[in-house]
């Protein structure tokens, strides 16, 4: 069992920059495989970001590739997603989640989910 606990949204300017946090509880975070995902209102939860559970390896959708950055300290039991160059249509709640590897890169779902963390952007 995994809980994650997201932080460090809030109100930012197009061209700004963010980084979100996710605590992870439980045990093992080192073999879990990490993603961010995105809500906003009256859309689908799209995804934005994976690092797998060992080397490191990330995925990223063209949409926010080259401005946003997935990172893990395992120590810590943290996942982050560093965004840049953030632009209006990034808005939304933003929310992590962790799964054990399952043989599919990125994976197709995910297990555990945390509560999720507003971001605005605004123009």
């Known amino acids: 069992q995994v809980q994650l606990v997201e932080s460090g949204g809030g109100l930012v300017q197009a061209g700004g920059s963010l980084r979100l946090s996710c605590a992870a509880s439980?045990?093992?975070?080192?073999?879990?495989?990490l993603g961010w995902f995105r809500q906003a209102p009256g859309k689908e939860r799209e995804f934005v970001a994976a690092?797998?559970?060992?080397?490191?390896?990330?995925n990223y959708p063209d949409s926010v590739k080259g401005r946003f950055t997935i990172s893990r300290d395992n120590a810590k039991n943290t996942v982050y997603l560093q965004m840049n160059s953030l632009k209006p249509e990034d808005t939304a709640v933003y929310y992590c989640?962790?799964?054990?590897?399952?043989?599919?890169?990125?994976?197709?779902?995910?297990?555990?989910w945390g509560q999720g963390t507003q971001v605005t952007v605004s123009s």
């Open positions: 439980g045990r093992a975070f080192s073999n879990y495989i």
């Open positions: 690092i797998s559970s060992s080397y490191g390896r990330t």
């Open positions: 989640a962790a799964d054990l590897p399952r043989g599919s890169w990125p994976p197709r779902s995910y297990a555990y």
